[in-house]
């Protein structure tokens, strides 16, 4: 693979100089009234729209959509590779997680010189501390994904059962469902799904990465993790969940079949479930995530950035539309029909709220906008990523897929996924004390 | 040769030419074999030797400082890497004799007996390789995931219960996926080889009253031997290659193939999650090595046996 990618590479450089030679003799622009044009790299569902919207409403600037892969499927090696060849694009989706690793690689220019400081105060604290890294900020939060509790409302009410409100209810709820519907399980556990699995340590009050010493330093078995990775693993050992990947086709036929009642999950997961349930209209809820005994608390899975690559050339128009897709009404109109995620900026919510149970009916009656709202205020805040998530996702992945199912298998797989982090981090280049 | 008469013409006009001659002919060659190949694989063994380096947490950006073997250490006590390595040697171990043991039988069968189906038999058995490598580990994905696949709900009902993903059974399944996609087309090039088998031997050896199989066996295969030899190669080469098929069992969850399960997943690993290009070119040069070493020593062994 690398061999041939290089040796493609060497082919393109004659290319690439000639169109440089070629662009420097380019006629310059006549003025202040030909818009400048932006290229914004995403795969999120509803980018074609935001474009589209923005450009309807802007006359000084045309953004143009191109989708690349999902992130972690190759966009932001894409991105990355881009940003090395200087072809950088002007804006691209970075998700949280890896945006320590896009900054320690210097892929983003901070947006400070162009006014995003002002916008703090729009955010919740923790959004805002996953983009401001090192004391600056890399990218305006574009949606969240407090975790959220997604329901079969129609067999819940058939089967007697209420939505569970703590983890222990989960659990009785759970043993119920066994115990009276042979072949139904209350929800599925997902073991292909790293940032879910973040996502619930998240919200058991683990804290993963923490550079507050200056250095990197990693810990996913302190008491928080193995407190759920211990809950999770009595669940599946007792047969009252299923331990499969979310979203393969097993899971989905379970979905479609009625045999696994509870998706855990974030806002915009309800598109998901539109997607690979379209028949069960209006029959899904959405509640909180079930709480631990400290009381009301939720993890952050998901979500996305939107950040400004170096070398982009209009940092300034950049900027403009990334604002506007953060802060305005107007965005989140655009993409309510196609994408159910929760917005970041806090003044957006009520209106987020109003514009997908108006512009989605799949989404209407789940009573998602006060779950997703009382989920998104109760994140815990000092969660950090570390700096080279991808690889991490990608061999959190490994450990859950070879251990969730066997006894003590969800801490075996965190204890050897944190010494190859920390493994990982040293070979990277980054200095991990013992 | 040594006993041919020494050609009448004279070469003293030809002498002059020739040097030029060759250049011309094989120059293109060369400049683009240097060009794009020994080229980026210079590249690849320059990058080998350097790494980064972070201060602190990182934000200031690494530093790019010469490693010198360092990557090469790393790689050689990196267990993922190891492990990755005998994985592939060893389904390198099976895959190989496998294929070229049964694309010899089947040659054979089409060269001999089966004259009337023969074109049949070969549009049939070149067919998997028409299918990319890509949709051909999706379909068999399909085929070996428990709930979807008809193979293991028939199973299921006579009693047997088969994991095809988990365990060490993969290496089996992926063993087979490649059997079923190169097959064919090793059927193909050994049978050319066999047609290219003067008949007048086959036909001295059916007179001397071989059968079938001892004229298979004794007269045909030991003089297709050059084409069985390049087989074998590219066969031996391509499974340290190891890569979209375990990549597409991986992606699609619930089997014990993790992201750097051979040594070529764990270089598109650290090139394109990690965005760390050195050590990616560590092992990559590390594979090119052993691909190198091993086709040396099969050449060897092959020259050696054809030796008098």
């Known amino acids: 693979m690398f061999r041939r990618r290089s040796r493609r590479a060497i082919r393109i450089v004659p290319l690439l100089m000639a169109a440089l030679l070629l662009a420097s003799c380019a006629v310059p622009g006549t003025g202040e009234d030909r818009p400048v044009t932006l290229t914004y790299w995403s795969w999120t569902s509803g ?105 079969r409302t129609d067999l819940f009410a058939e089967y007697g059962l209420t939505p569970p409100t703590t983890w222990e209810e989960f659990r009785t709820t759970a043993e119920t469902v066994a115990a009276e519907h042979p072949g139904v399980t209350l929800t599925n556990f997902g073991t292909n799904d790293a940032a879910l699995l973040a996502g619930l340590a998240w919200q058991a009050g683990a804290r993963w990465f923490d550079s507050g010493s200056g250095h990197w330093q990693v810990d996913a078995t302190d008491e928080a993790g193995a407190r759920f990775a211990g809950y999770w693993e009595s669940l599946v050992d007792d047969g009252l969940v299923t331990a499969r990947p979310t979203f393969a086709e097993q899971h989905v036929t379970q979905l479609q079949q009625g045999t696994s009642l509870t998706v855990l999950a974030a806002p915009w997961t309800a598109a998901n479930i539109q997607r690979f349930a379209p028949d069960l209209a209006g029959r899904w809820g959405a509640a909180p ?114 251990w969730i199912g066997r006894p003590e298998g969800i801490r075996t797989a965190l204890a050897r996924w944190q010494d190859a982090t920390v493994d990982q981090l040293r070979q990277r280049g980054f200095t991990v004390p013992e | 040769m040594a006993t041919a008469a020494p050609p009448a013409r004279p070469r003293a006009a030809t002498r002059t030419r020739r040097p030029r001659a060759v250049l011309w002919l094989l120059g293109p060659f060369f400049a683009l074999f240097a060009l794009t190949y020994i080229a980026p694989m ?38 993922t890497f190891l492990t990755g390595t005998g994985r592939v040697l060893l389904y390198g171990l099976i895959y190989v004799p496998l294929v070229i043991t049964l694309a010899a039988a089947l040659a054979l069968l089409l060269d001999s007996a089966l004259t009337a189906a023969r074109r049949f038999f070969h549009t049939v058995l070149f067919l998997p390789h028409i299918v990319p490598g890509l949709i051909a580990a999706i379909v068999w994905v399909y085929l070996y995931t428990p709930g979807l696949s008809p193979i293991i709900d028939g199973l299921e009902g006579l009693g047997a219960e088969v994991d095809f993903l988990g365990g060490n059974t993969v290496l089996l399944s992926l063993v087979n996926i490649a059997v079923w996609q190169s097959l064919g087309f090793n059927v193909v090039l050994i049978y050319v080889a066999l047609r290219a088998v003067p008949a007048s031997t086959v036909e001295a050896a059916r007179l001397d009253g071989a059968g079938e199989l001892r004229t298979a066996v004794l007269v045909k295969l030991p003089q297709i031997r050059a084409a069985m030899f390049v087989v074998t190669l590219f ?74």
Request: overall charge negative; aromatic content about 10%.
């Open chain 2, 42 to 79: 210079g590249y690849a063994l320059v990058l080998s030797l350097y790494r980064e380096k972070f201060t602190g947490i990182g934000w200031d950006g690494p530093t790019r400082v010469f490693a010198g073997a360092e990557n090469y250490v790393r790689a050689l006590t990196d267990p």
């Open chain 1, 47 to 151: 980018s074609q729209e935001l474009a589209d919207r923005f450009n309807a409403t802007h006359d000084h600037i045309r953004v143009t959509f191109e989708k690349v892969p999902a992130g972690t499927a190759g966009g932001y090696s894409k991105m990355f590779n881009a940003v090395k060849a200087g072809k950088a694009p002007d804006v691209v989706a970075v998700e949280y997680p890896q945006l320590p690793g896009f900054v320690t690689q210097q892929v983003l220019q901070p947006l400070d010189p162009y006014g995003v400081t002002d916008l703090g105060d729009q955010y919740p604290d923790w959004a805002w501390r996953q983009v401001a890294l090192g004391g600056q900020v890399y990218g305006l939060p574009m949606n969240i994904g407090p975790t959220v509790m997604f329901y």
């Open chain 2, 235 to 308: 066969t031996i080469i391509g499974s340290l290659q190891l890569f979209t098929e375990p990549q597409i069992v991986q992606s699609a969850g619930n089997s014990s193939v993790t992201s750097t399960w051979t040594p070529n997943m764990l270089a598109y690993a650290a090139a394109f999650n990690s965005n760390d290009y050195h050590y990616a070119a560590t092992v990559s040069v590390l594979i090119a090595a052993l691909a190198g070493v091993l086709s040396f020593t099969v050449t060897k062994l092959a020259h050696r046996r054809s030796a008098p």
């Open chain 1, 289 to 402: 995530l079930p709480a631990w005994p400290e009381g009301p608390a939720s993890g952050n899975y998901g979500g996305s950035s939107l950040a400004v690559p170096r070398g982009a050339d209009h940092p300034e128009e950049a900027m403009e539309f990334i604002r506007w897709v953060s802060t305005s009404p107007d965005a989140v109109e655009a993409v309510a029909q196609v994408n159910t995620s929760y917005p970041a900026n806090t003044t957006l919510t009520d209106h987020w709220g109003t514009a997908i149970e108006a512009a989605n009916p799949y989404v209407a009656g789940m009573d998602l906008p006060a779950a997703a709202g009382a989920a998104a205020r109760t994140v815990n805040p000092a969660w950090e990523w570390g700096p080279d998530m991808t690889e991490g996702f990608a061999r959190l992945v490994d450990e859950a897929t070879a």
